[in-house]
């Protein structure tokens, strides 16, 4: 089989969608080498990394990167050619993992992952212009997608609500699992936190931005200090991302900068070492397609304080402490009881190894190839529309 897989987002300062594709390709590479990868460091013009694939190339193989583009505008007149199936060499499937969508496919089957429709539920999380790529990709894979990889049941059924046309039985739900192998990696302290002692900071994971909602968490963590909480600082691992400018202000006008520390993007050996000595993970999210950083957190044995919502209860299962993130004070108490109460603590370090321990890459990678078998013996959506069968 001969794949076109795209891995534009897999550079350096990746995030949830790169992870995926990352850790996806790795583990087909593994359990299925007789298969031709071809890879693309660049698809459509959404996104595009300059420095991609010569600062983190994959691991040789039976792979072969594809035209490399100078500029985003160079890519996207690659990609927005009406004969792009000849000059990908005719591949069997492209596999979209970037929320960019391509319709001029004629034989080739098109997989599109789909991630989320945070931009949609709620606006304010992102930038107008993430906003209208984002759903323009999305939009374009309800008509030109053959299937649709959904990460969670509940992104699965985002996507059926906004595109009932869509069919039901073209969208399969595939789990992403978490970038680390080894789950008994020690990991390497961050220096920020040479002076904080392990095992006595909560830990929240994730870019700094509307949707993560530290905001709330700077909130309930302040009501929890002024409830007489522990003074264990709250660490916020994570780079800065869109629409939180003020966040500074935020915890300054809290009165708990002092408290916070802030050790901007980590590497991941730095992250291992935060999940396994951190005293507990909170994660109050307002949406999320999966949710990584509680699924790694559990994996190293962090004790897990998460959202009730979208997909956060299939990842977590019964492992978590499930909260409403906008529930300050219940965080605030949840938080308390949790610092004064070792044995739930331990209880939830435990569940959430087994947990974990649930989703695992090579059974994900052995369900993506299968699906690339099925979408070859199913004939093109826009023949079916034609009810040519």
Same mark, same amino acid.
């Given at each position: 089989?001969?794949?076109?897989?795209?891995?534009?987002?897999?550079?350096?300062?990746?995030?949830?969608?790169?992870?995926?594709?990352?850790?996806?390709?790795?583990?087909?590479?593994?359990?299925?080498?007789?298969?031709?990868?071809?890879?693309?460091?660049?698809?459509?013009?959404?996104?595009? %990394?300059?420095?991609?694939?010569?600062?983190?190339?994959?691991?040789?193989? @039976?792979?072969?990167?594809?035209?490399?583009?100078?500029?985003?505008?160079?890519?996207?007149?690659?990609?927005?050619? *009406? %004969?792009?199936?000849?000059?990908?060499?005719?591949?069997?499937?492209?596999?979209? @993992?970037?929320?960019?969508?391509?319709?001029?496919?004629?034989?080739?089957?098109?997989?599109?992952?789909?991630?989320?429709?945070?931009?949609?539920?709620?606006?304010?999380?992102?930038?107008?212009? @993430?906003?209208?790529?984002?759903?323009?990709?999305?939009?374009?894979?309800?008509?030109?997608?053959?299937?649709?990889?959904?990460?969670?049941?509940?992104?699965?059924?985002?996507?059926?609500?906004?595109?009932?046309?869509?069919?039901?039985?073209?969208?399969?739900?595939?789990?992403?699992?978490?970038?680390?192998?080894?789950?008994?990696?020690?990991?390497?302290?961050?220096?920020?936190?040479?002076?904080?002692?392990?095992?006595?900071?909560?830990?929240?994971?994730?870019?700094?931005?509307?949707?993560? @909602?530290?905001?709330?968490?700077?909130?309930?963590?302040?009501?929890?200090?002024?409830?007489?909480?522990?003074?264990?600082?709250?660490?916020?691992?994570?780079?800065?991302?869109?629409?939180?400018?003020?966040?500074?202000?935020?915890?300054? %006008?809290?009165?708990?900068?002092?408290?916070?520390?802030?050790?901007?993007?980590?590497?991941?050996?730095?992250?291992?070492?935060?999940?396994?000595?951190?005293?507990? *993970?909170?994660?109050?999210?307002?949406?999320?397609?999966?949710?990584?950083?509680?699924?790694?957190?559990?994996?190293?044995?962090?004790?897990?304080?998460?959202?009730?919502?979208?997909?956060?209860?299939?990842?977590?299962?019964?492992?978590?402490?499930?909260?409403?993130?906008?529930?300050?004070?219940?965080?605030?108490?949840?938080?308390?009881?949790?610092?004064?109460?070792?044995?739930?603590?331990?209880?939830?370090?435990?569940?959430?190894?087994?947990?974990?321990?649930?989703?695992?890459?090579?059974?994900?990678?052995?369900?993506?190839? %299968?699906?690339?078998?099925?979408?070859?013996?199913?004939?093109?959506?826009?023949?079916?529309?034609?009810?040519?069968?």
């Amino acid at each position: 089989m001969h794949i076109a897989f795209d891995i534009s987002q897999t550079g350096s300062d990746k995030a949830g969608c790169g992870y995926f594709a990352h850790a996806m390709l790795k583990a087909m590479l593994e359990i299925s080498p007789e298969h031709l990868f071809a890879l693309l460091p660049s698809f459509g013009d959404f996104y595009f %990394d300059p420095f991609l694939p010569l600062l983190n190339p994959f691991p040789a193989g @039976n792979t072969r990167y594809e035209k490399m583009h100078p500029t985003r505008a160079s890519a996207g007149i690659f990609w927005k050619n *009406n %004969d792009l199936e000849t000059l990908l060499e005719k591949p069997d499937i492209v596999h979209s @993992n970037n929320f960019w969508c391509p319709v001029q496919l004629v034989s080739s089957r098109l997989i599109y992952t789909f991630y989320d429709l945070a931009f949609i539920v709620e606006p304010a999380w992102t930038t107008e212009t @993430n906003r209208v790529g984002s759903f323009e990709g999305v939009f374009r894979s309800s008509i030109a997608a053959d299937w649709i990889v959904a990460i969670s049941k509940a992104s699965r059924r985002y996507y059926l609500d906004t595109f009932p046309s869509f069919p039901e039985d073209h969208i399969r739900v595939i789990y992403p699992c978490s970038r680390f192998a080894d789950p008994s990696a020690t990991g390497k302290r961050p220096k920020v936190l040479e002076a904080i002692q392990s095992g006595n900071f909560w830990l929240n994971v994730g870019t700094i931005e509307p949707r993560k @909602n530290q905001r709330k968490l700077a909130e309930a963590y302040a009501r929890y200090l002024a409830l007489g909480g522990p003074k264990m600082p709250l660490v916020l691992a994570g780079g800065k991302g869109w629409l939180m400018e003020d966040f500074k202000k935020h915890l300054a %006008d809290l009165g708990i900068t002092s408290s916070v520390v802030m050790t901007g993007y980590v590497s991941d050996e730095e992250l291992i070492w935060l999940y396994r000595n951190c005293y507990a *993970n909170v994660y109050p999210t307002l949406f999320e397609g999966f949710g990584l950083p509680v699924l790694e957190g559990m994996q190293f044995g962090a004790p897990t304080l998460t959202s009730e919502t979208s997909s956060i209860p299939e990842v977590a299962g019964d492992a978590a402490l499930l909260l409403d993130p906008e529930d300050v004070e219940e965080w605030a108490q949840t938080l308390l009881r949790v610092a004064t109460d070792r044995d739930e603590r331990d209880y939830l370090g435990i569940a959430g190894k087994m947990q974990a321990a649930k989703f695992d890459w090579k059974q994900s990678a052995s369900s993506l190839l %299968d699906l690339y078998d099925e979408a070859l013996q199913t004939p093109k959506r826009s023949l079916l529309h034609h009810g040519i069968k």
